[in-house]
């Protein structure tokens, strides 16, 4: 390996990609994620095969594999488009209806015809929302 301009120390590439794979897998599982749909239950806002930018953080934060929230400094709005674990423990994207006291909301797909949602299972805790969708590609 060759010695760099006086004062610095060479960068071993081995270690440097090793450190950005563990930024990207910290970023993945603790602020975004993108995810990519499967369903018509959103259309025509959302086709199947969609990919969307999901932040993770944007109603508080939690370690993944919790089962809650460790911190939470937001709620969902009526309208907001969210990804949360269903009663079944499938990951959903659903629309915010409205909320149902401080610790759960009702969620909406908008194709009502095919939309498994809060119609079929009740309200959702807000402790099994993942995350926001802020962006649709």
Do not use: Q
Request: charged share 20%; net charge positive; hydrophobic share 45%.
């Amino acid at each position: 390996m060759e010695k760099g301009p006086v004062g610095t120390t060479p960068v071993n590439p081995g270690k440097a990609v090793f450190l950005a794979f563990i930024a990207a897998l910290l970023m993945k599982f603790l602020l975004f994620d993108f995810m990519i749909t499967d369903g018509y239950s959103m259309m025509p806002a959302i086709k199947s095969g969609t990919v969307l930018v999901v932040i993770r953080t944007a109603y508080g934060f939690r370690l993944p594999g919790s089962g809650s929230y460790l911190f939470r400094w937001a709620k969902p709005k009526e309208g907001d488009v969210v990804v949360f674990l269903t009663p079944r423990g499938d990951t959903a994207v659903k629309r915010c209806g409205f909320l149902i006291g401080e610790d759960a909301f009702f969620a909406l797909g908008d194709n009502d015809l095919k939309s498994y949602d809060s119609r079929s299972y009740g309200p959702v805790s807000m402790d099994r929302i993942i995350g926001k969708v802020m962006g649709v590609k």
